[in-house]
């Protein structure tokens, strides 16, 4: 007869410790080893393709932003409509001026500062404050180099404010727009050409001008070598941000077409820099004619004249 403690029920462990598994056999689990982790969609890093993607302004993050489709345009004849072209904050108009300031070599302006939030208010004050600089500059340099002339009568010039103005906006918008014209006619014939905004245009243009600021205040010197020297450099800085901006977009096109793009677009901001230091710093004499001082025997018959 069965002892009682053989009636007793046990606890038993998992039902697989149960079996005892033969040596020669291989464990089986639940899991799949066939399945592996999704890759990672996309080129590599290090691919040429993402590198021109990156160079030329477009990511997965600009076409998310894009087709999301949360952001609603407002009708051009609201407020709201033009406010977006202002919604800049302090820190995104300074870094954008380091950026034209010390451009990166190899790297496109409009990828690194402009495509998220391209903007109007850095490029109008830009222009504007570049316009009283030339002009106020301009008045100083003049006085300076004839301080101490007897014979010159300093006449502060206000036309060379209007002369400036009609000159530095002409540039910042009729050169853009003509620019973004192009590329539009280019991108219907060429589908690698990429076409840049207007808006985005005009805020390179603009943002490239700040350099002639600073340079403007340093033009009052009265040393000609120290002036040139002084546009060389900005206008190597300056030039460098627009042609590391347009070239990747018409590179695709035909040579010719390209460099005498790129031709163009140094050419005509060559024109504005050397324009503005010869007609308001390097103005000739003539344009400043000496003050006549009467003799003595003409005073006398003016006295009389008016005696009688």
């Not at 014979?151 to 973004?180: D, G, Q």
């Not at 245009?201 to 700040?210: D, K, M």
Request: proline share 7%.
């Amino acid at each position: 007869m069965a002892a009682a403690d053989d009636l007793k029920f046990e606890e038993f462990g998992d039902g697989a410790n149960l079996l005892p598994a033969p040596q020669d056999a291989t464990a089986v689990t639940m899991e799949e080893p066939s399945l592996k982790p999704p890759a990672p969609r996309g080129l590599p890093r290090g691919s040429g393709r993402e590198e021109d993607e990156e160079l030329l302004g477009h990511s997965d993050s600009d076409k998310t932003e894009l087709l999301a489709g949360q952001k609603k345009s407002s009708p051009f004849w609201t407020f709201e409509y033009y406010q977006t072209f202002f919604d800049v904050d302090t820190y995104q108009v300074f870094d954008r001026i380091k950026g034209s300031v010390l451009p990166i070599p190899g790297r496109n302006f409009v990828r690194l500062y402009i495509r998220s939030n391209p903007d109007l208010y850095g490029p109008f004050w830009i222009c504007a404050t570049l316009v009283f600089s030339i002009a106020i500059s301009g008045n100083l340099s003049n006085f300076l180099i004839h301080l101490g002339d007897k014979t010159f009568h300093y006449v502060p010039e206000f036309r060379k404010v209007s002369i400036a103005a009609t000159a530095i906006y002409a540039y910042a918008w009729l050169v853009p727009l003509s620019l973004w014209g192009f590329l539009l006619w280019r991108n219907s014939r060429v589908m690698s050409i990429v076409s840049y905004s207007f808006l985005e245009i005009v805020c390179v243009y603009g943002y490239s001008l700040f350099i002639y600021i600073p340079t403007a205040v340093l033009w009052i010197i009265p040393q000609k070598a120290v002036r040139w020297v002084l546009v060389m450099v900005a206008l190597g800085l300056s030039g460098s941000v627009l042609v590391m901006t347009f070239w990747p977009a018409v590179r695709d096109d035909s040579r010719r077409i390209a460099v005498a793009t790129i031709v163009t677009i140094i050419f005509l901001h060559t024109l504005l820099s050397v324009g503005c230091l010869a007609y308001f710093f390097d103005a000739p004499e003539l344009d400043y004619p000496p003050v006549i001082t009467p003799t003595p025997t003409q005073k006398q018959t003016a006295a009389s004249v008016k005696a009688g």
